[in-house]
Structures are given as structure tokens and as C-alpha cells.
């Protein structure tokens, strides 16, 4: 069984192989997309009523928050860690400036206050009574880790299948074996030819998410793509695509943001570093894989 439902500015496609009745396993499909619907209205930087939106509106007090925005906030604090500061959820007033300020159903412009500086360092979680403090008013983009978080929470809710996939707009967690009883073949984007795959790969209780500049780009600025280097405020360009392959599809997006902007050869040594592995592009087509692919 397969539906498709529109969240997060994605078609979100589910296929289910399914033993259970047609009744039983489209329930748990739209239990599935219900994942997708919590972390939308939690995560959103495009919608003022979301609740990112809303703790962006309080500066310097505690504001007690939801799993669904504790998680990938958390996680995007952690890479930002990890990778000093060039993975950044405080970028969301720079992707605003740069074009990315537009909701994807109802049009509607964002235009949010911000301090001039920001950075990770301005957000204090406390992990133990679930609150976040912002020292600076700010905007946080939680766009690198918020699809995987739903298609995480989204899996979790299929658990019992002999196989499913969960692909949003590329990013995907396939499960198990399909139809044929064999792991699922995935195809990656061309970077250049939009209804082409360049690479097929097998996987199997595993995500895989790419990070790539082909797709949203600033129509007045050539120059300029969703993936932004937050000192530089630029788009790097040294990879054009970057899938990662994790346990995890939160893991797997996260990876895939910070391995484009770290370029190739940091970007290599990280996925080595970690054991994960990866596809990566650069803008000239030579295609590196990475960790035992």
C-alpha cells in the first residue's frame, strides 16, 4: 500500500508491505503522517503560530517546549558543537534575506526581527525542565534537521511491517525488504538532469538524506542556495550533492548539511570519522563514495 500526503514543503510518499488488513495498515499510515503534521506546526520558521515561532517572540525568558521541538533543537545545537559553529540553527534571519522567507502553501513573507550577531551560543537549553532561553532575539531554521526528526518518529509508527519506505522529497528511511523480498534500491538524483538518477544504491534499515544546491536556489542571486555558510553568509559549492547513510534519518540530515558545508575534504573525514557513509557530488560530477558504499 502506498499514500502520499503534502507536509513541510515535500510530497511525503509511504509504502507499506503489509501482511495486516487494508484497514489496519492505513491507520497506521496516517498515524505515520501524523508525525510529519506535529513537527511541521512545532518546527516551522515559516509559520508566525508555530511553536519555533513562538519562542523566537521571547528573549531572555525560559519557554518550556514540546518533544517535537526539544529533539531536533537539541540535535542541531550538538552539531553545531561538533562542527564549531558552521552548522547553525540561529541562521534563519540570513535565509529570510536571502529569499528562503516564503510559505509554501499559503505564500505568506516572513520578515522577523533579529540582533545583527547571532549564533548557537545565544540558545540555552535546559534539558532537564525542557525549556529554551534566547540571549539575542533570533530566528532559528531547523530545515536540516526537522524531516529526518518526522521521518524518525514516522518510522517508529511502522515498526511491525516486513518493509516500508518513507521517502520526503528524497529523504527517505526504508525498512526491512519489499515486495520481492529484497532490500530496497534507491536512486539518487541527477544534479543536473531533474528526471535522471546518477546512482542506484541498496539499503535496508538505514536512511539516507541529501543536502543538495540544485534544488532551492535564489532566483535573484545565482550565486546563492539554501545552504548557507553562517560566518561567510555564502553558499559553498565544492559539492553540488551530498547523501549520507545512518541508522537514523535525523542523523542522516544533519550529516548531509554539515558534510556540504565542510567540503570535500572535511567533509570526507567527518563521514570517515563516524563510520557512516556517503555519496557525495561535486559540482563537476565526480561522484566520491565513501565509507564501504
Avoid at 542541531?76 to 509554501?104: C, Q, S
Avoid at 534539558?127 to 518510522?155: C, E, Q, R, S, W
Avoid at 527517505?172 to 538532469?193: C, D, R, T
Avoid at 543536502?211 to 548557507?228: C, F, T
Wanted: charged content about 20%; hydrophobic content about 40%.
Amino acid at each position: 500500500m502506498k499514500k502520499t500526503k503534502l507536509y513541510m514543503d515535500t510530497f511525503v510518499d509511504i509504502q507499506v508491505v503489509s501482511t495486516k488488513s487494508k484497514r489496519e495498515t492505513e491507520a497506521k499510515i496516517d498515524r505515520a503522517f501524523k508525525a510529519f503534521q506535529h513537527v511541521e506546526q512545532a518546527c516551522s520558521r515559516f509559520t508566525p503560530s508555530s511553536e519555533l515561532m513562538q519562542v523566537c517572540q521571547s528573549v531572555g525568558v525560559p519557554v518550556k517546549i514540546s518533544p517535537f521541538l526539544f529533539e531536533p533543537l537539541f540535535i542541531a545545537i550538538e552539531m553545531a558543537k561538533l562542527t564549531k559553529g558552521l552548522f547553525d540553527p540561529t541562521l534563519g534571519k540570513v535565509m529570510e534575506l536571502n529569499g528562503f522567507n516564503r510559505h509554501y502553501i499559503s505564500g505568506q513573507m516572513m520578515n522577523s526581527k533579529s540582533a545583527d550577531s547571532v549564533s548557537y551560543h545565544d540558545i540555552e537549553l535546559d534539558a532537564f525542565n525542557h525549556t529554551v532561553t534566547l540571549k539575542k532575539p533570533l530566528v532559528i531554521d531547523l530545515g536540516a534537521v526537522a524531516k529526518g526528526f518526522a521521518i524518525d518518529l514516522a518510522a517508529n509508527e511502522l515498526k511491525e511491517f516486513t518493509g516500508f519506505v518513507i521517502n520526503a522529497g528524497g529523504d527517505l528511511f526504508a525498512s526491512g525488504v519489499g515486495e520481492n523480498g529484497e532490500a530496497w534500491k534507491i536512486g539518487i538524483q541527477h544534479p543536473y538532469q531533474k528526471d535522471s538518477i546518477i546512482e542506484t544504491i541498496e539499503i535496508s534499515n538505514e536512511a539516507i538524506c541529501t543536502s543538495g544546491s540544485y534544488e532551492r536556489r535564489n532566483p535573484s542571486k545565482s550565486d546563492l542556495h539554501h545552504l548557507v555558510n553562517p560566518i561567510t553568509k555564502c553558499s559553498p559549492n565544492e559539492w553540488i550533492s551530498c547523501s549520507v547513510i545512518a541508522p537514523f534519518a535525523m542523523m542522516a540530515d544533519a550529516f548531509s548539511t554539515a558534510v556540504f558545508l565542510l567540503g570535500v575534504k572535511k567533509g570526507k573525514q567527518l563521514i570517515e570519522q563516524l563510520a557512516l557513509k556517503g555519496l557525495l557530488i561535486t559540482s563537476e560530477l565526480e561522484i566520491n563514495k565513501v565509507g564501504g558504499i
